[in-house]
């Protein structure tokens, strides 16, 4: 499944999305491009029909924020692609996997009647979609081993966040708060993903810094974004 440091989102560009439906017909245009890698409206569509699949809405109910927002995400894949090795890429099993918690998220999509019906109310087939769990399968494993390595959650960490937070949080919602050998796993855990976002924002900060990314409304004279 997702992780959260998958979610990440930078800074939003100057176009929006709303009131497109992703099934309804495409004229492609470049939005953008990345180290001279384009980004076309197409591209855009389709990673906001994808996203909106995951989250079981439709695709036109997705805000100019949130339209954005995907197209942001698109330039971070881009960004961590060209970092990508052969070791990294995803097996058929992964992506076969994949496929199938995806049609876990609502009951009816466990027919191949009903799968078909989701894809084609989001306009996307099949092979467009194992393409995009490839490459989110890809991605996931460049930042693990790019990032993994470098996180050390130590027993004082996980300590001071259960007195400090996690006690005074469960109290005040009236709750009854486990001992903290029963949580120890699951707050080192939360304190490892929460560093990872960390991490990976600042690696995409660096990566933005040190590329050219541009849209065709960018003024002449403009450089890095």
């Not at 019906?117 to 890809?138: D, P, V």
């Not at 400090?164 to 939360?190: F, W």
């Not at 990872?196 to 050219?212: I, K, P, Q, T, Y």
Request: aromatic content about 4%; charged content about 25%; glycine content about 6%.
């Amino acid at each position: 499944m997702m992780k959260p440091w998958q979610q990440c989102a930078l800074v939003a560009l100057s176009m929006a999305l709303a009131g497109v439906s992703a099934a309804g017909p495409i004229v492609d245009r470049v939005v953008t491009s990345v180290n001279g890698h384009v980004v076309l409206q197409s591209d855009w569509e389709e990673e906001v029909a994808f996203e909106a699949l995951m989250s079981g809405r439709s695709a036109d109910s997705f805000s100019a924020a949130e339209s954005k927002a995907a197209l942001d995400r698109l330039i971070d894949q881009e960004l961590l692609r060209e970092q990508v090795r052969p070791a990294q890429t995803a097996s058929s099993s992964e992506v076969t996997s994949r496929v199938a918690e995806v049609r876990k998220l609502q009951p009816e999509w466990a027919t191949e009647e009903g799968w078909h019906a989701a894809l084609a109310r989001y306009g996307l087939t099949q092979a467009a979609l194992e393409k995009r769990l490839s490459s989110e399968i890809q991605l996931m494993k460049l930042v693990e081993d790019r990032l993994r390595p470098s996180i050390q959650i130590d027993q004082k960490a996980v300590e001071n966040y259960y007195q400090d937070q996690l006690l005074p949080e469960i109290k005040k919602a009236g709750g009854n708060a486990k001992p903290l050998p029963e949580m120890y796993g699951k707050i080192r855990t939360l304190l490892a993903e929460k560093k990872m976002n960390e991490l990976l924002s600042g690696w995409l900060a660096s990566l933005r810094s040190g590329s050219r990314i541009h849209t065709p409304e960018s003024s002449a004279g403009e450089g890095n974004r």
